[in-house]
């Protein structure tokens, strides 16, 4: 029954279908509603849906782009770090080649340089070769070349280089001048004083002059002659001077003062020389009166006439006895008369030009003249034979004489010069003469004032190291004396002895204080240390042995050499010492512990004397192959080699200051070394009358040197 009923539709009512209209229409509306929402969302999420694909594909783009972008932004970075990898390895390539460059640059300045320093001591090596070859054939110019070599180094602000300085050194040595004299007028006329300190010259202009020729230094203005000063002279004893002029007198002059004493009138031409005789009571006279007159000194008397030349007569000359007198003659001749009778006993033939001074040497063996043809010449007196001829002057040689020792020759030129020259072979500084057996050893004193030889005449001497004047002579050696040494105060005196002993003088009294004995053969060489308390000796027993200087106490023996140790010395400063050995070498050793720290190699002979500079630095040696060299004490470097003697060299001492070094020599002489180049170079300007010839130049000095020859 309820199915039925259930199965059967209700009839409705009118507001129930009124509802349920409303209801369905209000459904509608709301389903029309809700269609037209969703169906506006669904638009609106289409909408929204493309347009966020859109915005997507957009973004996608973007996001490509900016991909692409950042890829390039990358790419350029890379590419930027690339580029600038590549600047810096570009920099670094330019900087490295740039340091290169200018590596390159500093070999090749560095390369100039010593091409430049090669080719200035290339030049310095020639101008000293050439110094070498002209010593025989024209020692000043050699004197000159040598000056040019040294100067060539000092200009390129360096060391000398020694082969300078060596041929200078030898040029020196070898050069017959001495000292010249510049005058502003030509001088006619020369002569020296007895003592040798004092040269007078005569002059053109009226005047004469006294000098002193070690120094050249002015002393003395005569003025009193009414001509051309022709010739003068000193008195036998130096008080007086002589003068002969073209005012046809000649005049006595006080050598003092200057004061005018006495005029002689009686030639009837211009009176061209004159000269005291050995006694000084005459006086002779020479005139262009073709004669030569004999005069008293003290009253002016005329007393003798000597008539003969053919021509004017120059120059007169007495014998050293006073027996004879010398004419030179414009005949180019000289004579020898008697003095007493005016007979004429010898006529000299050589000159190529009128004889304008004659002397005789002081033991009357020789005779000088002087000509214009630029020479002076030196005579046998007794049998007229040419001896020497002296070249060097640039005009007509004027006067010639002797010094009174023999050993020299002055002249005076036209050349307005003085020359002094040796009148043997050579010149020297300075020889002491008075050992009568070789000079085995020599040593300056602290001071520079005294000099001390050692001799096989079994004796040591003290000298005047000025003068040469012998002073002292130390005896009590039984045995040749072969080395010497000042102690450092310059109070005691070292000496070595062959009998095997070293002795120890009081430098002022010559007595011996100590005796060294220890050596079993021969001591060679004697040294004091700087501080006065240590000696030591070296001995042909091969050593050298230090002692205590107060007690004589043997303190160390030093072995090594494979020869006679000949020769030591200490260092300034007493730390080192130097020995020289017959095995021709040098060996410098420490003086604590006897270690050898250098050995020096290059003399051709023994080395027989060894000795340090006063700072040190250099060592001087002295050999058996005639030299004497300087080494630097540090290095063993040889500095210079120097020549001069004839015989073995066997000592060798500096100076104080070190600017000198004074060799002794089996020659017998002492010869005494300029070693600052300063002092070199002022000695080696005395010695030169003349600069270099024009034809010279062209030949010494080619285009790069051009400068030389102009100035």
Known sequence: MVAKSADREPK????????????????????????????????????????????????????????????????????ARRQKAEAIRQ???????????????????????????????????????????????????SILLGMEAVNATLQFRRPSVSSAEDALHEAILSSQVRVTLHTNAPLVGVALSRDGKRLAVASMDQTAKVWDPESGKKLLTLRGQLGAVNGVVFSPDGKLVATASDDRMAKVWDAGGGTELLTLRGHSGAVNG????????????????????????????????????????????????????????????????????????????????????????????????????????????????????LRGHL??????????????????SDDRTAKVWNAGNGAELLTLRGHPRPVRGVAFSPDGKRLATASWDRTAKLWDAEGGTELLTLRGHSGPVRG??????????????????????????????????????????????SDGKRLVTASWDRMAKVWDAASGKALLTLRGHSGYV??????????????????????????????????????????????FSSDGKRLATASVDQTTKVWDAETGTELLTLGGHSGDVFGVAFDPDGKQLASASLDGTVQIYSLHIRDLLDLARKRVTRDFTPAECQRYFPTAFADRCRS
Request: aromatic letters at 4%.
């Open 484 to 529: 010497v040494a000042f102690s450092p105060d310059g109070k005691c005196l070292a000496t070595a002895g062959w009998d095997r002993t070293a002795k120890v003088w009081d430098a002022g009294s010559g007595k011996e204080s100590l005796t060294l004995r220890g050596h079993t053969d021969a001591v060679r060489s004697v040294a004091f240390s």
């Open 566 to 611: 000949l020769g030591v010395a200490f260092s300034p400063d007493g730390r080192r010492l130097a020995t020289a050995s017959d095995d021709q070498t040098t060996k410098v050793w420490d003086a604590a512990s006897g270690k050898a720290l250098l050995t020096l190699r290059g003399h051709s002979g023994s080395v027989l004397g060894v000795a």
């Open 91 to 141: 920099k670094n390539m330019a900087d490295a080649n740039a340091a290169e460059a200018r590596r390159q640059q500093g070999i090749a300045q560095e390369n100039a340089k010593r091409a430049e320093r090669n080719a200035q001591d290339a030049r310095v090596r020639e101008l000293a070769a050439l110094s070498a070859e002209s010593l025989k054939d024209d020692p000043e110019r």
């Open 12 to 79: 409705l009512t009118a507001l129930q279908s009124q509802y349920i209209l409303i209801s369905r229409q209000h459904a509608t509306r709301t389903q029309r509603v809700i269609i037209g929402g969703v169906l506006a969302a669904l638009v609106i999420a289409i909408g929204l849906a493309i347009y966020a694909f859109g915005q997507k594909n957009v973004a996608q783009r973007e996001k490509t782009a900016a991909d692409k972008s950042a890829e390039q932004a990358r790419l350029q970075a890379e590419e």
């Open 395 to 412: 005009g007509a040689v004027n006067s010639v004489v002797f010094r009174p020792d023999s050993t020299l020759l002055a002249t005076a």
């Open 274 to 389: 004159v000269v005291f005789s050995p006694d000084g009571k005459l006086l002779a006279t020479a005139s262009d009166d073709r004669t030569a007159k004999v005069w008293d000194a003290a009253s002016g008397t005329e007393l003798l006439t000597l008539r003969g030349h053919s021509e004017t007569v120059r120059s007169v000359a007495f014998s050293p006895d006073g027996k004879l007198v010398a004419t030179a003659s414009d005949d180019r001749t000289a004579k020898v008369w008697k003095a007493e009778s005016g007979k004429e006993l010898l006529t000299l033939r050589g000159h190529s030009g009128p004889v304008r001074s004659v002397a005789f040497s002081p033991d009357g063996k020789l005779v000088a003249t002087a000509s214009d043809d630029r020479t002076a010449k030196v005579w046998n007196a007794e049998s007229g034979k040419e001896l020497l001829t």
